[in-house]
């Protein structure tokens, strides 16, 4: 082999190692890069937020405009139209999310200005209130579990619309019942409830169109 031929047959064996180093380079690189993403994704998936607590809530559902003069507070009527909170019983105002459950009282006047128990959740960071069950008051302070009532196909809805079944008029209905097991009252509400629970005892279904 001549010195040309052997120089530059040295030449292309060099480079040759380069590319072969360089690759292992950029494939040891991705890899490093792959398991960074999945060690990320497994440490976001361990930091979830836990779930939304259940929680009661007692208070009137009013128009936020009413709540804020109630309180002294002046405002332009028209920018606050529609807009619904409960003034809890002590003294905070939560705006309600007009969703499936919530919608209700933007709708219906006959849900609003009257003591309530709300059983519902709120997300962390956020000042609303997602309604999960509504409980009103008769004229004797017994609690009534509160919704909508198709009489033909003995279906329940939670906002006025049509039944979803027969596209017929559904009625408010009111059903005597005690809160779920779930929901823990403050110790010193438990005998005070029961006492007066008890001078009421549990009537019939009503409703109202």
């Given at each position: ?10 030449l292309?064996?060099?480079l ?11 494939s040891?690189?991705?890899s490093?890069k792959?398991q ?5 994704e497994?440490k976001?998936s361990?930091?979830k937020?836990?779930p939304t607590?259940?929680?009661l ?13 109630k309180r002294?507070v ?16 002590d ?13 209700a009282?933007y709708?219906?006047d006959?849900?609003?200005n009257?003591?309530v128990e709300?059983i519902?959740?709120?997300k962390?960071?956020?000042p ?8 009103t008051f008769?004229?004797n302070?017994?609690?009534q ?6 009489d033909i196909?003995a279906?329940p ?5 049509l039944?979803?079944?027969c596209?017929?008029?559904i009625?408010?209905r009111?059903?005597p ?5 779930y929901?823990?009252k403050p110790a010193?509400?438990q ?5 007066s629970?008890g001078?009421h005892?549990a009537g019939r279904n009503?409703?109202e169109r």
């Amino acid at each position: 082999m001549t010195p040309k031929l052997s120089t530059v047959v040295s030449l292309l064996m060099t480079l040759a190692a380069g590319v072969a180093i360089g690759g292992d380079e950029r494939s040891d690189s991705a890899s490093s890069k792959t398991q960074d993403v999945a060690v990320d994704e497994k440490k976001a998936s361990e930091t979830k937020a836990p779930p939304t607590r259940k929680e009661l809530f007692r208070g009137e559902v009013v128009f936020l405009h009413d709540a804020l003069k109630k309180r002294g507070v002046n405002a332009y009527e028209e920018e606050l139209s529609g807009q619904i909170v409960l003034d809890t019983s002590d003294g905070r105002l939560i705006p309600i999310v007009p969703d499936w459950r919530g919608r209700a009282f933007y709708q219906d006047d006959r849900l609003r200005n009257r003591r309530v128990e709300l059983i519902g959740q709120r997300k962390s960071g956020l000042p609303y209130l997602q309604v999960l069950m509504v409980f009103t008051f008769d004229e004797n302070g017994g609690r009534q579990y509160t919704d909508y009532w198709c009489d033909i196909c003995a279906i329940p809805m939670y906002e006025i619309k049509l039944c979803e079944c027969c596209q017929g008029d559904i009625e408010l209905r009111f059903q005597p019942q005690d809160l779920p097991d779930y929901i823990k009252k403050p110790a010193h509400e438990q005998s005070t409830a029961r006492s007066s629970e008890g001078d009421h005892p549990a009537g019939r279904n009503s409703t109202e169109r």
